[in-house]
């Protein structure tokens, strides 16, 4: 797993829960080590062992870590980049949910080694979609559950999201846009402001 997203991981629990929280968490999950290094690449078996210290750790489950986890990705300040990069997929919620499958090489731009699983979206007549995730990594569907309910907000959406489960290295969202103007939603620029 490449350090980027264990690193993730650890800014969630740290920023989220504290860093004696993260601690207890590296100590549970017998890393032997508190923080990972970005660039480099880690055993899958090291992030598993972490998502299930966290999850025994906060007392939740691991789908609600990983939903947890992609709701903090688009909606800390301290992860503000990665909230632009799906931005720029679109002016409207139904924009950026065409953009999706665009994804891991818009990432790729920014970070070239960072594999993200690739995405279909298919839609079933007016604002009925369904999205499927193709990972070797269990989960990844629970962090678009946070992800698309947290830009659903930023975007000013109202949709309902299920998680329909899958097969080994497919997972499957349900999205029902409700309305596409229901609130405001948070202001976006495409130019970021320096300083």
């Not at 947890?68 to 720029?88: C, I, K, Q, W």
Request: with cysteine.
């Amino acid at each position: 797993m490449h350090g980027l997203i264990n690193r993730a991981i650890q800014c969630f629990i740290r920023d989220s829960y504290g860093r004696e929280r993260w601690i207890e968490v590296t100590h549970l999950a017998d890393l032997g080590f508190t923080d990972f290094e970005v660039m480099l690449h880690y055993d899958d078996a090291v992030t598993e062992a972490v998502l299930k210290a966290a999850a025994r750790t906060l007392g939740v489950s691991r789908e609600t870590v990983l939903e947890d986890l992609g709701t903090y990705l688009v909606s800390h300040p301290n992860v503000e980049a990665l909230r632009r990069l799906l931005r720029f997929g679109g002016v409207s919620f139904v924009e950026f949910l065409h953009s999706l499958d665009e994804l891991p090489d818009r990432a790729r731009l920014a970070v070239d080694d960072l594999i993200l699983p690739q995405m279909e979206l298919h839609e079933f007549g007016v604002n009925n979609f369904s999205l499927t995730c193709h990972s070797p990594h269990k989960g990844f569907g629970h962090v678009m559950m946070g992800v698309l309910r947290t830009l659903a907000d930023d975007y000013g959406a109202l949709v309902f999201l299920e998680h329909l489960g899958g097969k080994p290295g497919i997972e499957v969202i349900e999205i029902t846009l409700i309305e596409t103007a229901f609130s405001a939603g948070r202001s976006f620029e495409l130019g970021a402001r320096a300083g």
